[in-house]
């Protein structure tokens, strides 16, 4: 099965959700002032952590693809998976946002980062094993030690945030963070492929 019709589906799908959640920041009404825009101070920090939320998904989706050889009909359904996931990203940022980071809001915002995370490693998990211990993805990630931290990391927050949901807006900054930093892991290892 061809793999660029995956890519198209998901490339475009990713490009909605971010149009939504862009979508989601209303402009003030008032003054001609600066002061209006006090009040979507918490949607604009909401909106900026998810967009480079979905950017990190994004940019791991695409490398993780470029590595891939054979597409199966569980691969198609693993990524729809993912997307549904990452489809009601746009929700709980509007909500979390809205709500000024209130308890109820960055635990919802916490699980639905949690099955994004879930669903992408099942996806990666159905990859390589389609296409082989030995496949350019199998070995770039290795040990995969950020998909493994990501969950726990997740899973702290999601608890914290009934007691002080900033330490869980902190979490979820920080794995942002983690994943931010440029991982150069598939693409080292699809350059040793092509230099073969």
């Known amino acids: 099965m ?34 209006a825009l006090i009040p ?6 909401s909106y900026v952590l998810s967009f480079i939320y979905i950017g990190i998904y994004w940019n791991n989706h695409h490398h993780m693809l470029q590595s891939t050889k054979i ?16 489809s009601l990203v746009p929700f709980v940022t509007a909500w979390m946002g809205e709500n000024h980071f209130s308890p109820a809001t960055v635990t919802l915002y916490g699980v ?7 669903a992408y490693w099942i996806l990666q998990t159905l990859i390589i094993s389609k296409n082989g211990k030995d496949s350019a993805l199998a070995v770039a990630v290795g040990k995969d030690w950020k998909g493994k931290l990501s969950p726990v990391l997740y899973i702290t ?20 963070l983690i994943w931010l930093i440029p991982d150069t892991r598939i693409e080292r290892t699809l350059e040793k492929n092509t230099h073969r």
Request: charged residues 10%; negative net charge.
């Open 2 to 35: 061809n793999k660029s019709r995956l890519e198209a589906f998901s490339d475009g799908v990713i490009a909605i959700i971010i149009t939504i959640m862009v979508l989601e920041i209303k402009v003030p009404h008032g003054d001609n002032n600066f002061d």
């Open 40 to 45: 979507l101070v918490p949607v604009f920090l």
């Open 71 to 86: 597409v199966s009909g569980g691969i198609l359904w693993a990524n729809l998976h993912l997307l549904f996931w990452l």
């Open 112 to 118: 639905i980062l949690l099955m994004a995370a879930i």
């Open 157 to 176: 927050a999601i608890l914290a945030s009934f007691y002080v949901p900033l330490v869980s807006g902190c979490i979820y900054v920080l794995v942002a």
